[in-house]
Structure formats: structure tokens, C-alpha cells
């Protein structure tokens, strides 16, 4: 055994498999220490933020959620986004969940549970507003949007007049005065906005479906099938028990589930 370890050693095959060994060994290292390490910002509210309580969120309840269907406990390790990641490939922790956007790059280095939440662009007015009903109506009108995100190019692609703003907030606050007629922003921001605001006079009149959806997934290291089919199980639990209705509805005031 000494021999075969040393020859696998010197020709660099023992470094080749160490870590697929390593990687196959995720879920079961999980189970054997009782928790799972996931990786969150905290401060990105509604998915993982601080209240009186604690640590909360809407990324954080399903992260518990699956933890418990693992059978195991979640415990959170908050850093900035920028280290994230990179906390994963030095093993701080087992997962990030952080609505980490599923795309092509990431999926080359890492992989991703199911979609466990989605986002639309959307197209959002006031509800005293009769003339704008779908993003045809768009052309001529004036939009609040950042000038660099795909929200602005969707709203000069439909003939608005973008006028420029730094983020979300600044576009409602536009809308709300009148200085613009309409927005088109991120669904679940929008959501959000209108579980902490339900009295405001803003509606979404349309959404697009020309694009695609902004899926975020959990993140784990590539190698761990076990793992991700143990947490795509514990989704679809969640989603047929009504753990997932339960959790979407607290944070945006809908089910989730049902789209």
C-alpha cells in the first residue's frame, strides 16, 4: 500500500483523484457532522438579512428548510458577496445561498441545485395609469431605470425615454411623484416592496416573457451528484408540503411555487 501510495504520489495521479474522492465525500461528511455550512451575505434583504431576531430571509428559511430535510442543522457563514464564492473552493463552507444567478459561466466550475426562485422583468405603473397596459404602450413614455442595465435596454427597445436613476427605490419614488409614467424592474423587488408598502398605488400591468427568467439555485462544489439530488429531493418536498408556499408568502406576499 506505501509503494502504491508513493508511485501514485510522484506521478501525480494521486493528486488527480484526491480531490473527486474528496468531493464524493460531501454529503456524507455533511450528515456525519450534523450541519450544513452554507455560505450568505446577510445583509440583502428580503433574502438574507438581520432582524431582532437574527439572521432571517427568505434564502435563509430554505436553506433551513433543506437542512432539515437533509437531516442535519444549517449554519449560516455571512461574508461579502465578492468572497463568496471563493469561500467555497476553500472549503469554508458546503453551499452558498445567496440568489446566486444560474448561468452558463458558473456551471463550468461549480454546480447548482434546481431553481429554487425565479425572477421576470416586469413592467410596473401606477394604478391610476390607463394608457400603459403592455410594453408596446411604452413608446413616447418616460421609464426610470438604470441606463446600463438590461431593464433600461428592454425600455429603449420598447421606444421609452429612460430617465436615468441609480437603483429600484429611485425608479418607485419617480413613479410615485409622476416625474415618470412607468418602470420596468425586477419582479421580486417589486414584490417586496409591496409587502412592506401594500397601500401604494403601483401595479404591474405586464411582464416579459421574451427573455429569460433570472433563476438562482444553491451552489456546491462540481462532483457532489449525491448531494445536489439530496437537495433537489428536499425542494420538491418543500414545494408538495407547502413549506415553500408558506416561506414565499411571508417574504413577497405570493406563492412562488404556483409560477
Known amino acids: 500500500m506505501r509503494t502504491l501510495f508513493r508511485t501514485l504520489l510522484l506521478t501525480g495521479a494521486f493528486l488527480a483523484i484526491a480531490p473527486a474522492v474528496q468531493a464524493e465525500d460531501d454529503l456524507a461528511r455533511i450528515r456525519e457532522a450534523g450541519e450544513i455550512r452554507i455560505g450568505t451575505e446577510g445583509t440583502y434583504a428580503p433574502f438574507t438579512f438581520h432582524d431582532s431576531d437574527g439572521l432571517t430571509g427568505f434564502d435563509v428559511e430554505i436553506g433551513r428548510a433543506i437542512a432539515e430535510r437533509l437531516g442535519v442543522k444549517a449554519r449560516f457563514v455571512e461574508g461579502k458577496w465578492d468572497g463568496l464564492i471563493a469561500g467555497l473552493d476553500a472549503g469554508r463552507y458546503d453551499a452558498v445561498m445567496n440568489q446566486v444567478s444560474i448561468t452558463e459561466a458558473r456551471q463550468q466550475k461549480y454546480d447548482f441545485s434546481d431553481p429554487y426562485i425565479a425572477s421576470a422583468a416586469v413592467l410596473i405603473v401606477r394604478t391610476d395609469n390607463d394608457e400603459i397596459k403592455s410594453f408596446d404602450d411604452l413608446e413616447g413614455k418616460r421609464s426610470a431605470n438604470t441606463l446600463t442595465s ?3 435596454k428592454l425600455a429603449e427597445k420598447a421606444g421609452a425615454q429612460v430617465v436615468a436613476v441609480q437603483g429600484f427605490n429611485e425608479s418607485v ?10 418602470t420596468i424592474n425586477d419582479e421580486l423587488s417589486f414584490l417586496d416592496f409591496k409587502k412592506q408598502k401594500p397601500d401604494a398605488p403601483l401595479h404591474i400591468v405586464a411582464r416579459d416573457t421574451s427573455s429569460e427568467f433570472s433563476e ?3 451552489l456546491i462544489r462540481k462532483g ?15 414545494r408538495a408540503d407547502g413549506t415553500y408556499k408558506a416561506i414565499s408568502e411571508k417574504y413577497f406576499g405570493v406563492d412562488l411555487s404556483a409560477r
Open 173 to 182: 419614488d419617480l413613479l410615485l411623484s409622476r416625474r415618470v409614467d412607468a
Open 224 to 238: 457532489n451528484p449525491e448531494l445536489r439530488q439530496a437537495i433537489n429531493a428536499a425542494l420538491q418536498e418543500m
Open 150 to 152: 438590461n431593464f433600461g
Open 216 to 218: 438562482s439555485g444553491v
